[in-house]
């Protein structure tokens, strides 16, 4: 018997090795969490549990040294995934068009979700505290499913419907777009916090 696998979904997990980087996106990131009050004012008003600057600030590089360092490093990343995924992208580049903070704490969670207008997104992780939020893929067939069977108990990962990944400081997840996803509820008291961002494609 010959069994082909067809039109996987893939995620790539890289790992942000300069420590010095790390510890000044740390404290760029709590510097831009306190001077927000337009982030937390949308956080009060939208029920978001933490904080985020995804609705108030879209020019994270230009506030501070380690978010424009942070995408030069995933430029390098994105350019990997892209290759892997054997893209023809003839004259257009790949441009990181958004970039944003996360801190969410006890509680905090990110209800199921994907990325219009992008065609890579993904998350750089600065701080994952024991008990913080997994972040679970979803199988992009499963609207399609209808009377399928359940998946056992003990079936391999590949055959599983839905894929959960416990990142750890430093960590980058690299994803397409359209690859539902979401952040399990954190059982910690302290932050989780990461820093997302969306690639689109431009013309060169």
Same mark, same amino acid.
């Given at each position: 018997?010959?069994?082909?696998?067809?039109?996987a979904?893939?995620?790539?997990?890289?790992?942000?090795?300069?420590?010095?980087?790390?510890?000044?996106?740390?404290?760029?990131?709590?510097?831009?969490?306190?001077?927000?009050?337009?982030?937390?004012?949308?956080?009060? *008003?939208?029920?978001?549990?933490?904080?985020?600057?995804?609705?108030?600030?879209?020019?994270?590089?230009?506030?501070?040294?380690?978010?424009?360092?942070?995408?030069?490093?995933?430029?390098?990343?994105a350019? $990997?995934?892209?290759?892997?995924?054997?893209?023809?992208?003839?004259?257009? $580049?790949?441009?990181?068009?958004?970039?944003?903070?996360? #801190?969410?704490?006890?509680?905090?969670?990110?209800?199921?979700? #994907?990325?219009?207008?992008?065609?890579?997104?993904?998350?750089?992780?600065?701080?994952?505290?024991?008990?913080?939020?997994r972040? $679970?893929?979803?199988?992009? *067939?499963?609207?399609?499913?209808?009377?399928?069977?359940? #998946?056992?108990?003990?079936?391999?990962?590949?055959?599983?419907?839905?894929?959960?990944?416990?990142?750890?400081?430093?960590?980058?997840?690299?994803?397409?777009?359209?690859?539902?996803?979401e952040?399990?509820?954190?059982?910690?008291?302290?932050?989780?916090?990461?820093?997302?961002?969306?690639?689109?494609?431009?013309?060169?």
């Amino acid at each position: 018997m010959t069994e082909i696998s067809l039109f996987a979904s893939q995620i790539q997990r890289s790992t942000l090795s300069d420590a010095a980087l790390l510890d000044d996106l740390h404290d760029a990131v709590w510097m831009i969490e306190d001077g927000d009050t337009a982030g937390h004012e949308w956080c009060d *008003r939208e029920g978001y549990p933490g904080y985020t600057s995804y609705a108030s600030l879209d020019d994270l590089p230009q506030r501070a040294p380690a978010f424009s360092q942070l995408v030069s490093a995933l430029n390098i990343e994105a350019a $990997k995934y892209a290759a892997a995924r054997h893209w023809e992208l003839g004259a257009a $580049k790949l441009h990181c068009d958004s970039l944003w903070i996360n #801190i969410l704490g006890e509680g905090g969670h990110h209800s199921g979700h #994907i990325h219009p207008n992008s065609v890579i997104s993904g998350t750089c992780y600065l701080a994952v505290p024991e008990s913080a939020g997994r972040i $679970k893929f979803e199988d992009p *067939r499963l609207p399609m499913m209808m009377a399928a069977p359940a #998946i056992k108990a003990d079936a391999p990962e590949s055959a599983r419907r839905f894929h959960y990944i416990s990142p750890q400081a430093g960590d980058v997840l690299m994803w397409e777009s359209w690859l539902r996803h979401e952040v399990i509820t954190s059982q910690s008291e302290a932050p989780r916090i990461s820093i997302s961002f969306n690639y689109a494609l431009t013309e060169g």
